[in-house]
């Protein structure tokens, strides 16, 4: 099984702290470790490798509810910029990484502090300093799932979801 599919299976038996709310094509979580504070990720129903492995429908629908849920993530941790990435070079099961970025993140990293996340040294951004107390990750989960369900209201409302 994969780490993905693990971490599904985690939300499926409520023991998946991390989770946010579920969508009809994937999980909203939010990132074990939060340098970039609102990191979160959102990940695929189905076990796909590639977006084009998703059936057309599926597909819109799955990147039509990534772009909410960065949106939501957007509002809630106050972004600056978003970084969306969709990578996989180990993983097999698409899941979209959501950056909330905001000025001076990279602490003195890259070009006068700006540049993508993965210039900041792997071993701070995945130290335990950066995993959220009980209370901060409430907090976060209470403020994300406030956009996304504000967001989910007000798509309903005119249609569009």
């Not at 819109?60 to 960065?70: G, I, T």
């Amino acid at each position: 099984m994969c780490l993905v599919c693990d971490r599904i299976q985690m939300i499926r038996e409520h023991r998946n702290p991390y989770f946010v709310r579920e969508l009809e094509t994937g999980y909203v979580v939010l990132g074990d470790h939060q340098h970039f504070r609102g990191y979160t990720l959102f990940l695929c129903k189905e076990h796909a490798v590639e977006l084009s492995d998703l059936e057309p429908k599926m597909r819109l629908k799955y990147l039509e509810e990534m772009s909410l849920v960065a949106q939501a993530a957007a509002a809630a941790f106050h972004a600056e910029k978003m970084n969306y990435e969709l990578l996989g070079n180990g993983d097999t099961h698409l899941h979209w990484h959501l950056f909330c970025r905001v000025r001076g993140d990279l602490d003195g990293y890259g070009n006068n502090g700006a540049g993508p996340v993965w210039w900041y040294p792997r071993e701070k951004m995945y130290d335990d300093a950066n995993r959220p107390s009980p209370e901060e990750l409430a907090e976060m989960k209470t403020a994300l799932l406030s956009e996304l369900e504000r967001l989910l209201a007000q798509r309903a409302e005119s249609g569009t979801i």
